[in-house]
C-alpha cells in the first residue's frame, strides 16, 4: 500500500527501500513508546510512585537535548550506518530497560533507548532529504511516519500481549529482539547514494533563522499538548476503569488506527495544504478535545473517542512539521532535524513531570486541559511562520 501512494518521480531506490525503512522504524518506536501506556505497571515493578516515574521519564526526555550532536554523528556515520547502528543501540537499550532494578537505571537505560531511536530517525531523515526534493518531502516522510502508529498498533500491542502473559521485563524484550532483526535488515539493503537534491557542497552552517527558532518553540508546545495526555492516559485508564495490561493492549489499537490515518492523510495532502498550515490544523483540533476531555472524563466511551481524536490530531500536526525540520539547517538535514527533536524532547521533559503530579493530586482533567493550552502554542508559531515566509 506504501508504494502506490509513491511519485513515479521518486528514484527507484526509494521505492526499493520505503517498505522494509518503515518496518525498521516500527521496532524503534515500539521500544520507544512501550514505557507510557504501562508506566504504572512498571512503577508497580520496581515499587516506586507514579511521581517517580514521572521524573524518571523527565531525564530521559532531558535526554533529547544531545539531539543536534547526534545529528553531528549521524553526518559523520553515512545514512546506512546511523539508521543499522540506531536499531541495534535501541534493542541494547531495550534490554537495559528490561534488566533494571531501580529506577535511576531505567532511566538511564531510556536515555540510551531514546538518543538510539534519534539517530535512526535523523539516518532515515538525511536520506530522505537527499533523495526526495522538499516540495514532494511532505510524502514520503508521511508514508515513513506510519511507522510511529505502527509501533503503537503492532508493537507495543504485542509487547502489551507479551507482558500480559508475563511481565513488563519480557515485553522489553520482546522489543530489543525485534530490533536487532532489523538492524541486520536495514545493514544489508540499503547502499550508499550520491546526493540528489541536499549536495554536500551546500556547507551546514549550523545557524537556524528566526523563523525556524519558531519553528523549534512551536515543536516544543506540540509535544509538550502530546506528553500530558501520554504520560498520565495509562494511569487514567487503570485507576478510574480498573483496565489492566490486556485492557492497555487494545486502547493501544485504537490509538494506533488513528494514528495510522492521519499519518497517511498528512502524506496525501500536506505538501498540497502546506506544511505549516497543516500543523498548525492539527494542533487546533487538540484544543477542543482537550478542553472537553478536561470536563468529561469519567465516562470510558467518551473519553476514548476524545483521546482517540487528540492523539491523531497530534500525530497529523507533527507529522507535517517534520519536512519543515529538514530544511531548517542549510546542507544538513540531520542537524535540523536534530534541533526539532530537541525541542520535542526538551517540550515532553518539561511537562513530564506538572502532568504526573497534577493527575496524582486532581486526577486527568488537569493534564488534558494542559494539552490544549500548549497547543495553542504551535497554533500561534506555526501561523506567524507562514505569514514570516510568505513575505520573504
Known amino acids: 500500500m506504501l508504494r502506490r501512494l509513491l511519485d513515479d518521480r521518486d528514484v527507484p531506490e526509494v521505492h526499493r527501500n520505503l517498505v522494509p525503512l518503515t518496518l525498521a522504524r516500527v521496532t524503534g518506536n515500539a521500544c520507544y513508546r512501550y514505557t507510557y501506556p504501562f508506566v504504572a505497571l512498571i512503577a508497580s515493578g ?35 550506518t546511523a539508521m543499522a547502528g540506531g536499531l541495534a543501540s535501541v534493542a541494547l537499550g531495550a534490554s537495559l530497560a528490561a534488566s533494571a532494578q531501580h529506577v535511576v537505571w531505567l532511566a538511564l537505560a531510556l536515555v540510551v533507548l531514546a538518543q538510539s531511536k534519534v539517530l535512526f530517525d535523523l539516518g532515515l531523515t538525511s536520506w530522505i532529504a537527499e533523495q526526495v526534493p522538499y516540495e514532494r518531502r511532505g510524502r514520503i516522510v508521511g508514508l515513513t511516519e506510519t511507522s510511529w502508529a505502527g509501533g503503537l498498533l503492532l508493537g507495543v500491542s504485542t509487547m502489551g500481549l507479551v507482558t500480559a502473559a508475563t511481565n513488563w521485563r519480557v515485553g522489553y524484550l520482546t522489543g530489543a529482539t525485534a530490533a536487532l532483526v532489523m538492524a541486520a535488515v536495514v545493514y544489508r539493503r540499503v547502499t550508499p547514494l ?9 556547507a551546514a552552517t549550523g545557524k537556524i533563522p528566526r523563523w525556524g527558532i519558531a519553528a523549534v518553540l512551536s515543536v516544543l508546545c506540540l509535544m509538550g499538548a502530546s506528553q500530558a495526555l501520554f504520560v498520565t492516559f495509562g494511569s487514567w485508564l487503570e485507576d478510574t476503569f480498573g483496565l489492566g495490561a490486556v485492557g492497555l493492549a487494545a486502547i493501544t489499537v485504537a490509538l494506533g488506527l488513528g494514528e495510522l490515518g492521519a499519518s497517511l492523510t498528512s502524506a496525501r495532502h500536506t505538501d498540497r495544504w502546506g506544511k505549516e498550515l497543516s500543523t498548525a490544523g492539527g494542533a487546533a483540533l487538540m484544543v477542543p478535545t482537550g478542553l472537553i476531555l478536561a470536563v468529561w472524563h469519567d465516562q470510558l466511551a467518551v473519553g476514548i473517542v476524545l483521546l482517540v481524536i487528540s492523539i491523531l490530531a497530534f500525530e497529523f500536526a507533527i507529522v507535517s512539521s517534520l519536512a519543515i525540520g529538514s530544511r531548517l539547517v542549510p546542507g544538513s538535514p540531520a542537524r535540523g532535524v536534530g534541533a526539532m527533536i530537541a525541542a520535542g524532547t526538551s517540550g515532553r521533559a518539561i511537562v513530564s513531570v506538572p502532568a504526573t503530579a497534577l493527575y496524582e493530586r486532581s486526577g486527568f482533567g488537569w493534564p488534558a486541559a494542559m494539552s490544549a493550552l500548549l497547543a495553542c502554542g504551535t497554533i500561534t508559531g506555526m501561523l506567524w511562520i507562514r505569514r514570516h515566509l510568505a513575505r520573504v
Open 194 to 202: 550520491p546526493a540528489r537534491h541536499e549536495r554536500p557542497e551546500r
Open 46 to 80: 520496581l515499587d516506586v510512585t507514579l511521581g517517580r516515574m514521572g521524573l524518571a521519564l523527565a531525564f530521559a526526555e532531558l535526554a533529547g537535548l544531545l539531539s543536534p550532536l547526534t545529528g553531528r554523528l549521524a553526518d559523520r556515520l553515512g545514512q546506512r
